[in-house]
T-cell receptor
Framework: AQKVTQAQTEISVVEKEDVTLDCVYE???????LFWYKQPPSGELVFLIR??????QNEISGRYSWNFQKSTSSFNFTITASQVVDSAVYFC??????????????FGDGTTLTVKP | EPEVTQTPSHQVTQMGQEVILRCVPI?????FYWYRQILGQKVEFLVS????????KSEIFDDQFSVERPDGSNFTLKIRSTKLEDSAMYFC???????FGPGTRLTVT
């Protein structure tokens, strides 16, 4: 069974601080996807990144960066120089390849990030 | 990212009424999913659909729920007799890449 743990329920930082959101996952599959989504108060899930299990390269996109480490089953997300607009709930998710070759996603509980001016 | 669309964006219904939520998936995708998110909680898997049949469903997906792809394009989720606890955001997604739609906010009064 797959499981995603986001141990940080809430994080509060002051603008311009760096912040890292942790994600630890469990899976028996060797082929899977990992995701991060941002959910603003309006409710939609804003896609941030999708990472294939075979691609362990870290990724940087502007102020966002992701650190994927299979050895520790972690996929952490860092926001550099945080801004008030980064305030949202962030979800990490895992999708295994199911027997139909396309598996469902399992989400973590989410981390509520508040960035204060 | 390709777009998945969902209608309506917000649906208000009375308890006991039937609702149908619609999703227009990406045209050449074959795997479809519905997820639910109760306010303040995490996103939960409801059902997956492939080759015109359910491939997997969660324990949440009881006899009140059904899915179909009636015309080869729209993918629908029907709740036969809504309950207060069905109030939630409902998200549609496609394929293993999990392209998510914007969601439908269902409010049952």
């Amino acid at each position: 069974a797959q499981k995603v743990t986001q141990a940080q329920t809430e994080i509060s930082v002051v603008e311009k601080e760096d912040v890292t959101l942790d994600c630890v996952y469990e899976t028996r599959d060797t082929t899977y996807y990992l995701f991060w989504y941002k959910q603003p108060p309006s409710g939609e899930l804003v896609f941030l990144i999708r990472r294939n299990s075979f691609d362990e390269q870290n990724e940087i996109s502007g102020r966002y960066s992701w650190n994927f480490q299979k050895s520790t089953s972690s996929f952490n997300f860092t926001i550099t120089a945080s801004q008030v607009v980064d305030s949202a709930v962030y979800f990490c998710a895992l999708s295994e390849k199911g027997y139909t070759n396309a598996g469902k996603s399992t989400f973590g509980d989410g981390t509520t990030l508040t960035v204060k001016p | 990212e390709p777009e998945v669309t969902q209608t309506p964006s917000h649906q208000v219904t009375q308890m006991g009424q039937e609702v149908i939520l619609r999703c227009v998936p990406i045209s050449n995708h074959l795997y479809f999913y519905w997820y639910r998110q109760i306010l303040g909680q995490k996103v939960e898997f409801l059902v997956s659909f492939y080759n015109n049949e359910i491939s997997e469903k969660s324990e949440i997906f009881d006899d009140q729920f059904s899915v179909e792809r009636p015309d080869g394009s729209n993918f629908t989720l029907k709740i036969r007799s809504t309950k207060l606890e069905d109030s939630a955001m409902y998200f549609c997604a496609t394929n293993e890449e999990q392209y998510f739609g914007p969601g439908t906010r269902l409010t049952v009064t």
